[in-house]
């Protein structure tokens, strides 16, 4: 999921230096989001972890 969020963030980079500022804003908005949900799975896999052991 993190690589999919670098590849929205990269196509939204590439987007805003030719000009498309759509493109770029809706492409960081699915970045954000893809980040954010990593970042709740990612916790939730270290706490279930660390109540298991």
Known sequence: ???W???F???ALI???FGFGVIASA???IAQILFVVFLVLFVATLFVRA???
């Open 1 to 3: 999921m993190l690589f």
């Open 5 to 7: 969020a670098a590849i």
């Open 9 to 11: 963030l990269v196509i």
């Open 15 to 17: 987007a805003s230096l």
């Open 27 to 29: 492409s960081a908005g």
């Open 51 to 53: 109540v298991r052991s």
